[in-house]
């Protein structure tokens, strides 16, 4: 029987610059300190958090009107639920190409809306066309009170295989 190799969760991070840290003073941390970008994804139980700032966001998404940028003030934290999740076997080629709707909500200071979207789980196919151990989670977040407003990343997924059954 074939390994399995289970993605029960995954979680990324993208830091700002080292010289962003040089707003850091004593007794009191700017938010320089915080990822711009954190994703954390539980397949098992059907979750998304994405937390992050918002500019950050807007800009990292070409086709958003320049205008969206300052909707929301600093970082915004977004809650979805993951429609039909599960731990995926990579070693599974049939698991290319699984598409995940998702539901929820973005926060941010006092305000509360809903977004939805699709996350999007693709491997990276070799030169051959053969199933490869790289993949590559996409997903994309529509906030529902805003046109024309997009958040969307393409991740890549590094497989450890230190126990040979979670990632």
């Known amino acids: 029987m074939k390994k399995q190799t289970l993605l029960t969760q995954f979680e ?12 850091i003073k004593s007794n009191y941390i700017v938010a320089e300190h915080l990822p711009i970008l954190k994703v954390t994804i539980d397949f098992e139980n059907g979750n998304l ?5 918002w500019h950050f966001m807007m800009v990292s998404n070409k086709h958003n009107e320049p205008g969206l940028r300052d909707y929301h003030k600093g970082r915004v934290q977004i ?3 993951l429609c039909n999740s599960l731990a995926i076997n990579l070693n599974d080629a049939r698991n290319d190409g699984l598409i995940f709707r998702i539901e929820g909500t973005i926060k941010e ?10 996350l999007v789980l693709d491997n990276v196919r070799a030169f051959n066309g053969l199933i490869s151990d790289q993949w590559n989670i996409s997903f994309y977040l529509y906030d529902q009170q805003l046109n024309d407003c997009e958040i969307k990343f393409k991740l890549p997924v590094y497989i450890t295989d230190t126990d040979g059954n979670k990632n």
Do not use: N, Q, V, W
């Open 12 to 23: 990324y991070s993208i830091f700002p610059p080292a010289f962003t840290m040089a707003g």
């Open 49 to 53: 958090k994405l937390e992050g700032d």
């Open 109 to 118: 200071s006092g305000f509360l809306g809903p977004c939805s979207g699709l």
């Open 79 to 81: 809650e979805t639920a």
